[in-house]
């Protein structure tokens, strides 16, 4: 495997179930992201991770919870979501968060979530 | 905090003919800036980006931008569109620890 690796690619889930999307990159990096693509918006950023220690939140509701048990691999734990939810959700890794900037940024293909 | 605009939503250019998407950001300082191309079912791929130095810039697949301070502009240009070029276009600005995305300009390519 190369780049930046999720699954599944699909996910259709009910209101009350529990799932989680993972995350994985095979290029070394430091830092890894967790976005938000919905239909006619802008990429959301919800979570920053580098070296393994989150570094921003951007106000996401409580239903999602991170996890990034080592700098290879970040999970998005899912419980209780709203149709709303439903989007695109990609990974992204860099080599590292730069203090005046991130560094440019390389994305996993997404999971398609459906929440019925 | 910054914001991109992306004012054009959806673009429809001939096969061989110029392609210029237009990108205004707004932050107090020079941020790091970037253009990415998403095809559909796939996820975001970095064309180019500007850090600093020169204001032209060049990236993959024929693309380049120039950066105009005075404009907070960073448009993205390519002479000759192909039809491979059809997809989903965003500008994005870094700062700190946030990166924001502008909402897309999405490219069609007529034959």
């Known amino acids: 495997e190369t780049g930046v690796t999720q699954t599944p690619r699909h996910l259709v889930m009910g209101m009350t179930n529990k799932k989680s999307l993972k995350c994985e990159q095979h290029?070394?990096?430091?830092?890894m992201y967790w976005y938000k693509q919905s239909a006619k918006k802008p990429l959301e950023l919800m979570f920053v991770y580098s070296l393994e220690e989150r570094v921003e939140n951007n106000s996401v509701p409580s239903r999602f919870s991170p996890e990034c048990p080592n700098s290879s691999h970040l999970f998005l734990h899912l419980h209780t979501l709203q149709p709303e939810d439903s989007a695109l959700y990609l990974c992204?890794?860099?080599?590292?968060?730069?203090?005046?900037?991130?560094?440019?940024?390389?994305f996993g293909p997404g999971t398609r979530l459906t929440v019925l | 905090a910054q914001s991109v605009t992306q004012p054009d939503i959806h673009i429809t250019v001939s096969e061989g003919a110029s392609l210029e998407l237009r990108c205004n950001y707004s932050?107090?300082?020079?941020?790091?800036l970037f253009w990415y191309v998403q095809s559909p079912g796939q996820g975001l791929q970095l064309l180019l980006k500007?850090?600093?130095?020169?204001?032209l810039v060049q990236g993959i697949k024929g693309f380049e931008a120039e950066f105009k301070r005075s404009q907070s502009s960073f448009n993205l240009r390519k002479p000759s569109v192909h039809w491979s070029d059809a997809a989903e276009y965003f500008c994005a600005v870094g700062a700190g620890n946030d990166m924001r995305f502008g909402a897309g300009t999405r490219l069609t390519v007529k034959p």
């Open positions: 290029l070394g990096h430091n830092a």
């Open positions: 500007y850090f600093s130095g020169d204001t």
């Open positions: 992204a890794s860099s080599q590292e968060i730069r203090l005046a900037g991130v560094d440019e940024q390389f």
């Open positions: 932050y107090g300082a020079t941020p790091y």
